[in-house]
Nanobody, 115 residues
């Protein structure tokens, strides 16, 4: 059974950093494009970054220069390094694996940026 499990969320002060992890199991991780999304309270889920597949890595304008996606195919894990965090980055962060027509979503991890 395909599964994604996020971890690494928490409470951080503005200007701080967090690294999210997303561990995959039950499918051939290396052949899937990976993405991170987030959903803030009262807002729609939005794309943060996508990487892999036939398209180049692309970041949302709001996180360019602050967030970095990386993956370790040997560990079946994708990471999201988040630096210079702002209160508006507060959201539930989800990872997604995609390979047409299949999509796999994780359950999400909460990130709260507050002093």
């Amino acid at each position: 059974q395909a599964q994604l499990v996020e971890s690494g969320g928490g409470l951080v002060q503005p200007g701080g950093s967090l690294r999210l992890s997303c561990a995959a199991s039950g499918f051939t991780f290396s052949s899937y494009a990976m993405s991170w999304y987030r959903q803030a309270p009262g807002k729609e889920r939005e794309l943060v970054v996508s990487s892999g597949g036939e398209f180049p890595t692309r970041y949302a304008d709001s996180v360019k220069g602050r967030f970095t996606i990386s993956r370790d195919n040997a560990k079946n894990t994708v990471y999201l390094q988040m630096n210079s965090l702002k209160p508006e980055d507060t959201a539930v962060y989800y990872c997604k694996a995609s390979r047409f027509p299949t999509e796999v979503w994780g359950q999400g991890t909460q990130v709260t940026v507050s002093s």
